[in-house]
């Protein structure tokens, strides 16, 4: 099967979706079928486009035009983009969007348009956003277009069905990770955080966070739910948060802790893969504040190598974390830090969640994935009248 994967963003950008994407594409390829990548995103700041570029195997073609800050903001939405799926042959057209995509909902317009199989899968969070979309059908009238709908998590598939009227099917088609690449070794050394009078010694407790220093995934208020939880844990038992990223609020986050004086708090910047495994080793927990998140990448790759995460309730991040299984669930950030105390302070709930998540394996592996875009897709070819392929 010929998949054309459509996407605003793709590398050398590496957020979220374009990961997501290339992992799906990558496995897809690894289980014999045929992807290829469309993306307003530049090669880069000089190339627009690479004839014939491969990543990894996976043709990418860009129909991008080179602008300020390479914004994917493509004006071959219409009949280049046909002419395109056309040629490739393509068997089904997934359109991958979030809340602002200026490529692929209008690229999604013409694969229907067309005639493709069309898939979307929706990977952000639309919340208020889903009467404004909703709106939209008025003009376009996509809520009867045939195509099969998807969302990354409950929470969003929840806001995608609002805004398409609650009467059209919605399935939930998760994100994916590298299992093998985030499960422990099994080589691990780990022992219960201690308060100084047993063999674990004045270890202190250790929470970890990854994310985007930006205003939605709430790096800021993060300090505010550490410093309640140091407040409530006894001074004898020291703690230790390492925050993982970069972003917009980065130097904002760390002027807060320089001015609160809360020394015990690192913010280490960008980290790969192997280096933030090495941090996972040394921790003990891990902390999702994000409210408006779709899913969770981070905390999924956390909780697959062992790390009890915390989390709110509302977030997409809940759909694979059980309270007291997999980690903690809150209602609010008061909640959160108590959370985090009560980790601090009970060390057999700490070591039992913890052994839970490094000997249960989460069903969110690529095989997984994949096997479930294969069914969407063969509903989407059910129900697609025919592409236009001469």
Not at 283 to 297: C, L
Not at 342 to 354: D, G, K, V
Request: aromatic share 6%; charged share 20%.
């Amino acid at each position: 099967m010929r998949v054309a994967h459509v996407t605003d963003c793709y590398l050398p950008r590496t957020g979220g979706i374009e990961l997501q994407v290339r992992g799906l594409a990558h496995a897809q390829l690894a289980a014999g079928m045929e992807p290829f990548v469309v993306t307003a995103t530049p090669a880069n700041e000089r190339q627009a486009s690479i004839p014939g570029e491969l990543d990894e195997g996976v043709p990418v073609h860009r129909l991008s035009v080179l602008l300020p800050s390479q914004l994917p903001v493509s004006p071959y939405v219409n009949g280049r983009l046909r002419e395109l799926l056309v040629a490739q042959r393509a068997d089904v057209v997934h359109v991958h969007g979030g809340s602002i995509s200026p490529f692929a909902w209008p690229a999604l317009r013409t694969a229907v348009k067309a005639g493709f199989p069309a898939v979307v899968t929706v990977h952000s969070v639309w919340a208020q956003w889903a009467g404004l979309f909703g709106a939209v059908n008025s003009i376009s009238g996509w809520r009867r277009w045939p195509v099969q709908w998807t969302a990354v998590s409950d929470v969003a598939a929840k806001d995608l069905r609002s805004a398409l009227g609650g009467s059209v099917p919605v399935a939930v088609l998760p994100n994916g990770i590298d299992l093998g690449r985030w499960r422990p070794d099994g080589n691990d050394p780990w022992s219960p955080p201690g308060d100084g009078s047993g063999a674990s010694g004045n270890r202190p407790f250790t929470v970890v966070s990854v994310a985007r220093f930006a205003p939605r995934k709430r790096m800021r208020p993060l300090v505010d739910i550490l410093e309640h939880a140091r407040a409530t844990v006894p001074q004898s038992i020291p703690m230790r948060a390492v925050l993982i990223g970069d972003g917009p609020d980065h130097n904002r986050v760390q002027r807060v802790l320089q001015r609160r004086q809360m020394t015990w708090v690192e913010c280490v910047g960008w980290r790969n893969h192997d280096q933030i495994r090495s941090l996972y080793g040394r921790a003990d927990a891990f902390i999702a504040p994000a409210r408006y998140e779709s899913f969770g990448i981070a905390a999924l790759e956390a909780r697959t190598f062992g790390l009890p995460v915390v989390t709110l309730t509302e977030s997409g991040t809940a759909s694979f974390i059980g309270d007291g299984r997999e980690g903690l669930l809150a209602a609010d950030d008061a909640g959160l830090a108590r959370a985090l105390a009560e980790l601090a302070t009970q060390p057999e709930m700490l070591s039992r969640i913890r052994n839970h998540n490094r000997n249960t394996e989460p069903a969110f592996g690529w095989p997984h994935v994949v096997r479930l875009t294969e069914d969407i897709y063969e509903a989407a070819l059910g129900t697609a009248p025919g592409a236009r392929n001469e």
